[in-house]
């Protein structure tokens, strides 16, 4: 037998026994006692840290076991906004007040009036209405019997259940499920510890099977919260059939590298859509989801409406309410579009996947589409196109409910601690485009022509001097939204290049640069500031755009079962190996020494062939140095020299 086959044939042995052997230990370091006196009082407790956000005070264990992100304040502060506002129009349909801690105490009730009616209550609009005839009121903390009934499916340790529970008026119950037995013990005394005892109700189930259950008319859920540990595409269509007509559904994804384009196909099997690498990135992801929404929507006869989609630091999140109709179901080919965009410019069309035209006796007509919008080259660049798509090319947000929440998160700023980024990131949200999907940024169309960068002011200056709207993006700090055609935008980009020449002559014959430069602008621009060209929101200078509010902030670890503690050895650990494979400046003597640094993988395995040749370090841990280190009593076997076959086996394998 040679020596390869040997030793191919011991590795998955001894990998094995090492794992026996490390189990063995674990479990004889879970039975023993710490000492006398744990003995006598029980098993020690685990160390637990208790934090306060909003109204709710948590405790959560120092280890790693049920998931928290305190970067995601922002989320739960907004959702608490959002459904306040909804529980408003939907309660004051019943005739029902919401009282908001904080707020005035004369507020006008949300009721949809028919003529008759509305004549009705202008005659006793002045009347003081008797004391039996006061409008019925629902407060937080309360039941309200004919509230909503919420489900947050993925609750961890219930954190924003409590709050809506605390901070949300107008609910009837609120349930808080998560898979986790861990999570949903700590739910329970997060629960007791903020009385909230009679409105939550922790449950233990898939979020799938539980929402599944749900799908009776009667039982529905009038809001789902999903907020999921990456992609929430596995829960959607669950989803979409368990919350109730005219539902809430809030969504959030955060698994932003996909829906950015990195990995189209990934994408595509998730969303059921291609991403495309692009500036206007993050506003596609909100189109992806959104599309993927309606889309497992249709399948039940029933669409959604957008009523608010944020992108913020890692994530996207969007607010969609569910209504079933047949024949408005049959609209919802027209609402999608594929994006074609130019490879070498970055130019993009929108093609609606279907048409709805008007037809005789006030009907409406639906059909294929016509297309493409492009011809097989770039009509700027002469470079190819990507296709991506399809996407929600409706809007994004309902103006009208966008402006009731930041007029109510205005009103009373002391409500949130993120009041002032929410009313920023709603202000601009309130100025985008609506009937524009998708943006161009100032950086990219300076760089496509290897100009200089004109000031965010003079182009919105130019584009409104020849009569067309632009706007800001609440996903991008230098977005520029118009409904402009390309062929103006570039024009208006060769007359600023003709104020700062490039050098002709470096520019390659083939380079987008040199064919958009080698024709002459139809369009004359005109760069003079106007005063309408600087919005309102950045002349006010509200905080659009988070600065970064820690460090090492984004995304945490995935919650384990018996998870470590993020504390100053892991945060330690995480700096030595950050840009570990990049190479350091110098010669290769000091890349060299510089890899020796860091422990070989497959030494701690007992597979590393390599030797004293590996790259990286084979030296034994310290003992305590690393938390993961293996036990002293079961000693990591390690082949270097592979035996021979006269040499014994190791011990314990036969």
């Known amino acids: 037998m040679s020596r390869t086959s040997i030793f191919l044939w011991l590795s998955p042995t001894l990998r094995s026994a090492r794992s026996l052997c490390r189990s063995r230990f674990v479990e004889g370091q879970r039975q023993a006692p710490q000492n006398p006196a744990a003995m006598e009082n029980g098993p020690p407790e685990a160390p637990e840290t208790t934090i306060t956000e909003g109204a709710a005070k948590i405790a959560f264990p120092s280890a790693n076991e049920v998931f928290y992100n305190p970067v995601q304040e922002f989320n739960r502060d907004l959702t608490c906004a959002?459904?306040?506002?909804?529980?408003?129009i939907q309660l004051g349909a019943k005739g029902i007040q919401i009282k908001v801690p904080g707020e005035k105490d004369v507020q006008k009730v949300v009721v949809d009036l028919s003529e008759q009616e509305e004549d009705k209550a202008e005659l006793k609009e002045g009347e003081n209405l008797a004391p039996g005839n006061q409008p019925r009121t629902a407060a937080v903390g309360e039941i309200c019997e004919e509230g909503l009934r919420v489900l947050e499916g993925l609750a961890a340790s219930g954190l924003r259940s409590i709050r809506f529970?605390?901070?949300?008026?107008?609910?009837?119950s609120v349930v808080a499920n998560d898979a986790s037995a861990q999570a949903v013990d700590l739910m329970r005394r997060n629960v007791q510890l903020n009385d909230v005892a009679h409105l939550v109700q922790p449950s233990q189930a898939d979020a799938r099977m539980l929402m599944y259950q749900h799908q009776k008319v009667a039982e529905r859920f009038d809001v789902i919260d999903l907020?999921?540990?990456?992609?929430?595409?596995?829960?959607?269509?669950?989803?979409?059939?368990?919350?109730?007509?005219?539902?809430?559904?809030?969504?959030?994804?955060?698994?932003?590298?996909?829906?950015a384009g990195n990995s189209g196909e990934t994408c595509y099997s998730k969303?059921?859509?291609m991403a495309v690498k692009s500036r206007a990135c993050h506003e596609m992801a909100l189109r992806i989801v959104l599309h993927s929404l309606d889309l497992h929507a249709n399948c039940y006869q029933r669409f959604v409406v957008p009523l608010l989609s944020v992108s913020a630091d890692f994530y996207v999140r969007v607010f969609a309410r569910v209504f079933t109709s047949q024949a408005k179901v049959k609209a919802s080919a027209s609402k999608q579009a594929l994006v074609f965009q130019c490879v070498g410019c970055g130019t993009f069309h929108l093609q609606r996947l279907g048409k709805a035209s008007g037809a005789p006796g006030g009907r409406v007509k639906f059909s294929a589409a016509c297309g493409p919008p492009v011809a097989p080259a770039c009509e700027h660049c002469g470079q190819r196109h990507q296709l991506g798509g399809p996407v929600w090319a409706e809007p994004l947000h309902d103006l009208d409910f966008v402006g009731r929440v930041l007029e109510a998160v205005s009103a009373h700023p002391s409500r949130f601690r993120t009041a002032e980024r929410i009313?920023?990131?709603?202000?601009?949200?309130?100025?985008?485009?609506?009937?524009?999907?998708?943006?161009?940024?100032?950086?990219?169309?300076?760089?496509?022509?290897?100009?200089?960068?004109?000031?965010?002011?003079?182009?919105?200056?130019?584009?409104?001097h020849a009569g067309f709207r632009v706007s800001l993006s609440h996903a991008c700090k230098n977005a520029v939204k118009t409904d402009a055609p390309a062929a103006a935008l570039w024009d208006i980009m060769r007359c600023w290049e003709k104020e700062c020449p490039v050098k002709r002559e470096r520019l390659s014959q083939s380079s987008p640069a040199f064919r958009i430069l080698s024709v002459e602008p139809r369009l004359q621009a005109n760069f003079s500031?106007?005063?309408?060209?600087?919005?309102s929101s950045r002349q006010r200078r509200l905080k659009r755009f988070q600065a970064n509010p820690e460090?090492?902030?984004?995304?945490?670890?995935?919650?384990?079962?018996?998870?470590?503690?993020?504390?100053?050895?892991?945060?330690?650990?995480?700096?030595?190996?950050?840009?570990?494979?990049?190479?350091?400046?110098?010669?290769?003597?000091?890349?060299?020494?510089?890899?020796?640094?860091?422990?070989?993988?497959?030494?701690?395995?007992?597979?590393?062939?390599?030797?004293?040749?590996?790259c990286y370090s084979h030296s034994p841990p310290a003992p305590g140095a690393t938390a993961d280190a293996t036990p002293a009593e079961c000693p990591e076997p390690v082949i270097h020299n592979l035996p021979g076959p006269e040499a014994d086996p190791a011990p314990g394998v036969s």
């Open 82 to 88: 959002v459904i306040t506002e909804f529980a408003r």
């Open 165 to 172: 529970a605390r901070e949300v008026p107008g609910l009837r």
């Open 227 to 259: 907020d999921p540990y990456g992609s929430p595409a596995p829960f959607l269509d669950a989803a979409v059939q368990a919350v109730s007509e005219g539902g809430l559904l809030c969504v959030t994804c955060t698994d932003m590298a996909v829906l």
């Open 271 to 273: 969303y059921g859509a």
């Open 423 to 464: 009313r920023g990131v709603l202000s601009v949200v309130t100025e985008e485009l609506p009937d524009v999907p998708l943006y161009y940024t100032l950086d990219q169309l300076s760089a496509t022509i290897h100009c200089s960068t004109p000031s965010l002011l003079q182009l919105r200056s130019a584009l409104l």
């Open 529 to 535: 500031i106007r005063e309408d060209a600087n919005p």
């Open 551 to 614: 460090a090492n902030w984004g995304p945490r670890p995935r919650a384990r079962p018996g998870g470590k503690a993020v504390g100053e050895a892991v945060e330690e650990r995480r700096r030595m190996f950050q840009n570990k494979r990049k190479e350091p400046a110098g010669d290769p003597a000091q890349r060299a020494a510089h890899l020796k640094t860091f422990p070989c993988k497959r030494f701690k395995e007992g597979t590393c062939p390599r030797g004293d040749q590996c």
